[in-house]
C-alpha cells in the first residue's frame, strides 16, 4: 500500500504549479482588455450606446478633388468620422497621409471630403477607408441618395473601383 500512495503523491503535486500557472495566465490576460484599446471587447460592446451605428466605406479621389459621400442610414446627428487608412495611391514624389483629407462638411446623412495632396494637378490620387459612428436615424435615406456619392470611376493603375459605404 505505501507504494500506492507514494505514486500517486508525485501527480497530484505536478498538478498544483499548472493550475496556478493556468489560473494566473487567465487573470493577467483578462487584465488586458480594458477600454484603452480601441478594439477590446468591454469597449466594442459594453459601452456602445443603443442605436449606435458604424458605417465605413472607401472613396477614391484625385488631387484636389472633393466629393459628397451619403450614408446608406443616416444618422441622428452628424457621426464621428475619421479616415481609417489610405488603402491605395499614386503620387510623384510626395506620399500621402491621412491628413491630406479634409472633412469640409460634417452632416447626419453626408459629409464633403477633399484631397488636399500637396501635389495638386499632377495626376495623384488616393482610395482612402472611412469610418462614422454615431446614432443611427430612424427615418431611411432617400433613394436617389441611397449609396450614390461615394462610387467614382475607376482611377489610373487601380484594379479595382472605390466600395460602397457598408453598415454595421
Known amino acids: 500500500?505505501?507504494?500506492?500512495?507514494?505514486?500517486?503523491?508525485?501527480?497530484?503535486?505536478?498538478?498544483?504549479?499548472?493550475?496556478?500557472?493556468?489560473?494566473?495566465?487567465?487573470?493577467?490576460s483578462f487584465s488586458c482588455q480594458d477600454s484603452h484599446y480601441a478594439d477590446s471587447l468591454q469597449t466594442v460592446l459594453l459601452n456602445?450606446?443603443?442605436?449606435?451605428s458604424v458605417q465605413e466605406?472607401?472613396?477614391?479621389l484625385r488631387d484636389g478633388d472633393e466629393r459628397k459621400v451619403y450614408y446608406k442610414i443616416p444618422f441622428q446627428a452628424p457621426p464621428n468620422l475619421v479616415v481609417v487608412e489610405i488603402?491605395?495611391?499614386?503620387?510623384?514624389?510626395?506620399?500621402?497621409?491621412?491628413?491630406?483629407?479634409?472633412?469640409l462638411q460634417q452632416e447626419a446623412a453626408y459629409f464633403?471630403?477633399?484631397?488636399?495632396?500637396?501635389?495638386?494637378h499632377l495626376g495623384s490620387?488616393?482610395?482612402?477607408?472611412?469610418r462614422a459612428e454615431g446614432i443611427r436615424s430612424e427615418k431611411p435615406s432617400p433613394p436617389e441618395q441611397q449609396g450614390?456619392?461615394?462610387r467614382p470611376a475607376k482611377m489610373p493603375n487601380s484594379s479595382k473601383p472605390a466600395t460602397p459605404a457598408n453598415p454595421h
Request: charged share 20%; with cysteine.
Open 87 to 103: 488603402r491605395q495611391a499614386w503620387f510623384k514624389d510626395k506620399g500621402y497621409s491621412k491628413s491630406d483629407f479634409k472633412f
Open 1 to 28: 500500500m505505501a507504494s500506492q500512495s507514494a505514486s500517486k503523491s508525485p501527480q497530484c503535486r505536478g498538478s498544483l504549479p499548472a493550475t496556478a500557472f493556468l489560473l494566473l495566465f487567465t487573470l493577467t
Open 48 to 52: 456602445r450606446p443603443p442605436g449606435m
Open 112 to 120: 464633403k471630403i477633399q484631397n488636399d495632396h500637396a501635389e495638386a
Open 57 to 60: 466605406g472607401e472613396i477614391a
Open 125 to 130: 490620387w488616393a482610395t482612402i477607408k472611412w
Open 148 to 150: 450614390g456619392g461615394d
